[in-house]
């Protein structure tokens, strides 16, 4: 038995039963009063829909192309063009009145099956397991069609991704990983045994987020059995840091566990994708020849690694957004001076103005209440005792290093035509489901053009996710994924915030009939 449990009150076993059996059922669950129970429209099967009127942005090229006419037949782009249609019976018109059509967003680094809590209390309980169906329909709303789940539980992801696929629940389709492959003890660093001492119950109903191998041999037969999940890609952690306060040094694979999933990826035509934030990490996706790097770095990068990155074509999703979020200046008295510059300023307002602001399109707002509770914790205790006092916090000084290294570097890569992605990290805490317009507007800030955002979004999420032969552009062949919006966002980022109609699979959701009853 766990020494811990010794250490429990009554009222602490019964919270925790109460929520592991809670759990348990949370695969077979449905729906909840706040999801919206909404059928899209569209032409029948073997019939036309046509999007009359259409100002088509090429994201690739930043142009747009003007009274286009988009046919769509089956859920594919089968014309772009300038010529009227002539419908016929059983197909339909949708004169868009001159809105603007992006291909479908993409959110390339997020985690579907996280609530974006910071607690996992029994008090939380049902609006924990709502918010989990929540992320799906928040992702959709916001125009992102496709995401790419970065770590999740399994047996919840394919049970929502099955239910999305009945049409019993709206959301994205979801490239996947299933389990993080990570050492006994690495990033994640957080045993689900610390937070509930019925958490190994649980997770043999919904799936453990971490493969957690002891040695090369284990590591072996854990990745066989995740990729045979259906998993896409490997998703690796770098680094040998914790990010959260009062934890120092993890474990760290062996160059032998590196060498053995890099071989089991190649041999099975997986993608690899790693959590880096040290040049520790970063140094070994170098030399390892990592697909993509996920999140940003807490040091400059040299021309020359940079330029080594861009000949092995490794591509990145730097997250800022979450970077923002997880530098609180809630831990300080007074900022210290090293992090008072132009930048970090800006973003620690914009930051303060989104966390104050009426939250219900994006969580349920008990979570978000809890959530501001808990940054308390930051002066209750102090950054270093918050680990062995159960609160498990990230560093913000780890975090606000990166804010000052991570724009250099993300500017430096551009230069160089390395492809970068865009991702919010969603599911950690204060990081919600349907917020990629945050990782968008402050690419911006950083001195990215609106056009280069648009196509981070779009076309090269979907080379880093591997479907650019399926989605990313407004193409004839392509799926039809598409964003419609009232504002030109090559003028205006901010008309990313708020679509009028997403079109997934030929299929359209009339955002304004997607609402929530929170």
Request: contains cysteine.
């Amino acid at each position: 038995m766990n020494k811990n449990t010794f250490n429990l009150t009554r009222r602490e076993l019964l919270r925790n039963a109460a929520l592991s059996a809670a759990l348990l059922s949370l695969p077979n669950l449905t729906g909840f009063t706040s999801i919206p129970q909404y059928q899209p429209t569209g032409a029948p099967a073997g019939k036309t829909l046509y999007l009359t009127n259409a100002e088509v942005i090429d994201v690739v090229r930043g142009l747009i192309f003007s009274n286009q006419t988009i046919a769509v037949r089956d859920g594919i782009i089968r014309s772009v063009s300038s010529w009227s249609p002539e419908a016929r019976e059983g197909d339909m018109v949708l004169d868009l009145k001159n809105q603007y059509v992006l291909p479908g967003l993409i959110d390339a680094h997020c985690h579907i099956t996280m609530p974006g809590a910071s607690e996992l209390s029994a008090r939380l309980l049902l609006d924990v397991l709502t918010q989990l169906k929540r992320n799906f329909v928040q992702q959709m709303r916001q125009g992102v069609t496709t995401i790419r789940d970065m770590g999740a539980m399994p047996k919840i992801l394919h049970a929502n991704i099955g239910q999305t696929k009945k049409g019993e629940l709206i959301g994205p389709r979801v490239v996947y990983c299933n389990s993080f492959t990570n050492i006994q003890g690495g990033h994640p660093d957080l045993d689900p045994g610390e937070i509930s001492i019925l958490a190994g119950l649980v997770m043999s109903f919904t799936g453990h987020s971490n493969m957690w191998f002891k040695d090369t041999e284990e590591l072996k037969e854990k990745m066989r059995q995740n990729s045979a999940g259906g998993a896409s890609f490997v998703k690796l952690t770098m680094d040998k840091i914790s990010v959260l306060c009062g934890k120092g040094k993890i474990p760290a694979y062996s160059d032998e566990h590196l060498k053995t999933i890099f071989n089991f990826a190649q041999k099975n035509n997986l993608a690899t994708a790693g959590h880096i934030h040290t040049k520790f990490g970063f140094d070994r996706a170098l030399r390892f020849g990592l697909d993509s790097i996920e999140h940003s770095i807490n040091e400059l990068l040299s021309p020359e690694e940079i330029e080594t990155m861009a000949k092995k074509n490794i591509a990145t999703v730097p997250t800022v957004s979450v970077i923002q979020m997880m530098a609180a200046p809630e831990a300080y008295d007074e900022l210290p001076k090293k992090y008072r510059t132009d930048f970090i300023e800006q973003e620690i307002a914009e930051r303060r103005k989104y966390i104050n602001s009426n939250l219900a399109e994006f969580t349920e707002l008990s979570i978000h209440k809890a959530n501001l509770a808990h940054l308390a914790n930051y002066k209750k205790y102090g950054c270093e005792n918050l680990y062995k006092n159960k609160k498990y916090m990230a560093n913000p000084e780890f975090y606000f290093n990166i804010m000052l290294t991570g724009p250099k570097n993300l500017l430096a890569m551009k230069e160089a035509g390395i492809v970068i992605g865009c991702g919010t990290d969603a599911g950690v805490p204060l990081t919600y489901h349907g917020t990629l317009w945050r990782e968008m507007e402050i690419l911006t800030r950083i001195g990215f053009s609106n056009a280069e955002v648009l196509r981070s979004a779009t076309f090269n999420n979907a080379k880093i996710i591997g479907m650019v032969d399926k989605i990313g552009t407004v193409d004839t062949g392509k799926i039809a994924d598409m964003v419609i919006l009232k504002e030109n966002p090559l003028k205006k980022i901010e008309a990313c915030r708020r679509p009028s109609v997403v079109i997934k699979d030929g299929k359209l959701y009339d955002v304004g009939k997607i609402a929530f009853g929170t």
